[in-house]
C-alpha cells in the first residue's frame, strides 16, 4: 500500500486519503484551508475513546432461585452470572412462584456482592436480609423479567 500524501501546513500535518484530496485541498484558498485544517483536528480531538473496564465481582456464595414458574429460569440466569464471575453455589425452585421482577436479598451485612449481582441484572430490587442459617452470601430470586436482565 502506498504512502499517504502528507502536507505540512502552519505546524499540522494533514493526512489525505488519496492525491485528488490533496490537490483539492490545495486548491482552496488559505482562510478555508485553515478552516478545514481546524474542523478536522477537532472533529478528531473530540472522538471519546471508549474504555472498557472489565467487571470483577466481589467474591461470594450465590443462590438463585426460580420464583417465576418458568421452566429454566433459575438455569439461565446461573449460566449468565457465572460467565460474569459469579460462584453460583446452589440453584433450584423458590417456595412461591408468583415474583415478577428479579429481586437480589443480601444473606449478610456486607452488601457487595448482592451489588454487584443487582448491577449486572440491571435491577434496583435488592434488600437485606440477614439469614445466619443460609450458607450464601446473596440470593437472587429469579422473576418474570429475567430475560430481559441476562440479554
Not at 502528507?6 to 482562510?31: E, G, H, K, S
Not at 453455589?89 to 451489588?115: D, H, P, Q
Amino acid at each position: 500500500m502506498p504512502p499517504r500524501p502528507t502536507v505540512l501546513f502552519d505546524n499540522f500535518i494533514v493526512l489525505f486519503i488519496n492525491d485528488r484530496d490533496l490537490r483539492i485541498f490545495l486548491c482552496l484558498n488559505y482562510n478555508t484551508r485553515i478552516l478545514l485544517a481546524s474542523l478536522i483536528i477537532s472533529f478528531y480531538a473530540c472522538q471519546e475513546k471508549k474504555i472498557v473496564e472489565e467487571f470483577i465481582p466481589n467474591t461470594g456464595q450465590i443462590q438463585i432461585l426460580n420464583a417465576c414458574g418458568y421452566s429454566g429460569a433459575a438455569e439461565d440466569v446461573r449460566n449468565f452470572l457465572t460467565k460474569k464471575g459469579f460462584d453460583i453455589v446452589e440453584f433450584g425452585n423458590a417456595s412461591y412462584w408468583n415474583f415478577s421482577e428479579t429481586m437480589v436479598i443480601a444473606r449478610t451485612t456486607n452488601m457487595l456482592v448482592a451489588k454487584d449481582i443487582a448491577k449486572i441484572l440491571l435491577t434496583d430490587n435488592i434488600l437485606q436480609i440477614i439469614d445466619s442459617s443460609k450458607m450464601v452470601d446473596a440470593t437472587v430470586f429469579v422473576g418474570k423479567d429475567y430475560y430481559k436482565r441476562i440479554k
